[in-house]
């Protein structure tokens, strides 16, 4: 492709693509694409400078005449095909099964929903009841298999780069993407679902197996929290101290699991080195037998499972605070940029829980996606932690534990 042409195609969230020659395209770090011509794939827009070199022809999707985009009440006994943005974090996978729910309830539980997703986006959403292959469909979408479904719903983003202030909640951003008006739409559709399969319970059993053996902990009948204090963005990372010593302190009441794929190591700063703290907590699990350490590579499956017997968890806006809701996991979210109504504004219980320092910083929230508004930030250029997020203290997260606890 031409830059004029590949620029007249940014203005289309989704394009069809044929490429000239059969290409491997490393699609993420564990899934490689095999592409083939005459083959006609369909990729978000992103996407095609990954593949540009290699293609032949690239029209809109909007502009095909197999696609049919879901609008409206669905029709009753529906097939649908669901494209989520692959690239979209587990909490903007998660927030989807809610709106499946709603779609089985539109149709009288007649529809089938299949989505596309990355297999590592996939592992969350195994188990859904409401989709019909149960777990989602991955690898490339070639144009040509649109024609066996009734409907197409392809979801670029809800509300991932929006920054007003008065910005739609993300179910209601969903609803309306499909023509719905989400003033008419129950709350219980405005909420992630979380499945435990299993073998999920078999990998649990496993792990705490392994903690028995080795530290004498029951974790089947002890009454254990979860700390997850990692996030793949520097705009919403909790300062690695505040996490320190609130695991530290909660293990002074019982067993704390410190939960989180580090994405191997590559995590952002917030307030010290990642890497300083990470070997801050291997020391503590080495020297605290109530202080269980399971940042790493964790399995998704076996993520979902422990948090599910968890007493409660602390987390940032991240994913596993979305699993946690899924699983009706009481959880004590601390807020940055965003505001938690956008994420958690119709469940009151997850709501009563997040904590927002909105009065530390007068832009708050500012809903910052990619970088720091350095305009916008307190300390300016010199803003390492987002405000509020700097601002909250162990003591205010322990106080909302209480509220749980009793």
């Known amino acids: 492709m031409t830059p004029a042409e590949l620029a007249n195609m940014s203005a289309f969230q989704w394009v069809i693509a044929t490429v000239k020659e059969p290409i491997m395209w490393a699609r993420d770090t564990n899934e490689t694409w095999l592409l083939n011509p ?11 400078k990954f593949i540009e070199d290699h293609t032949s022809s690239v029209s809109a999707l909007s502009l095909g005449s197999a696609y049919k985009p879901l ?3 669905p029709l009753r006994g529906g097939k649908i095909l669901v494209e989520r943005h692959r690239d979209r974090g587990i909490g903007d996978h998660l927030f989807m099964t809610g709106i499946f729910k709603l779609l089985h309830h539109l149709t009288g ?9 990355l297999h590592t986006r996939s592992a969350w959403l195994h188990g859904c009841p409401w989709l019909a292959s149960e ?16 409907h197409h719903w392809f979801v670029d983003q809800a509300t991932e780069y929006t920054s007003e202030h008065d910005q739609l909640n993300v179910y209601d951003a969903l609803v309306k993407s499909i023509g719905l008006r989400p003033e008419t739409i129950a709350d219980e559709y405005k909420r992630p679902y979380v499945t435990v399969m299993p073998d999920d319970e078999k990998k649990r059993d496993t792990f705490f197996n392994r903690v028995y053996r080795t530290r004498g902990l029951d974790l089947r009948t002890a009454k254990y ?12 990372s909790i300062p690695y101290t505040t996490s320190l010593t609130l695991i530290q302190e909660l293990a002074k009441r019982g067993p704390v699991i410190v939960l989180g794929d580090d994405n191997n190591g590559l995590m952002p700063s917030a307030g010290v080195p990642y890497l300083k703290f990470k070997e801050t907590i291997e020391h503590l699990s080495s020297t605290n037998k109530q202080i269980i350490n399971l940042i790493g590579n964790v399995p998704p499956r076996l993520a979902i499972a422990v948090v599910a017997r968890a007493q409660y968890l ?10 946690a809701q899924g699983l009706r996991v009481p959880a004590v979210s601390i807020w940055g940029p965003h505001n938690p109504f956008v994420r958690l504004g119709y469940d009151t219980a997850y ?19 990619a970088g720091w508004p350095i305009e916008k930030c307190p300390r300016g250029i010199d803003q390492v932690v987002c405000e509020p997020l700097l601002a909250v203290t162990s003591k ?3 106080d909302k534990i209480e509220t749980i606890c009793g």
């Open 109 to 117: 539980n007649t529809c089938q929903i299949y989505q596309y997703a």
């Open 351 to 369: 709501m009563k829980l997040a904590i927002h320092k909105t009065e530390t910083c007068r832009n708050s929230p500012c809903y910052a996606y």
């Open 225 to 236: 929290s979860i700390v997850s204090p990692l996030c793949n963005s520097k705009l919403r």
């Open 135 to 150: 777990t989602c469909l991955t690898g490339p979408l070639c144009y040509d298999t649109l024609h066996a479904y009734d």
């Open 396 to 398: 205010e997260i322990l």
């Open 314 to 323: 602390v987390t940032p806006d991240t994913g596993l605070l979305y699993v």
């Open 38 to 48: 005459p083959l006609r794939y369909i990729v978000n827009n992103q996407h095609l």
């Open 71 to 73: 609008a409206g009440e």
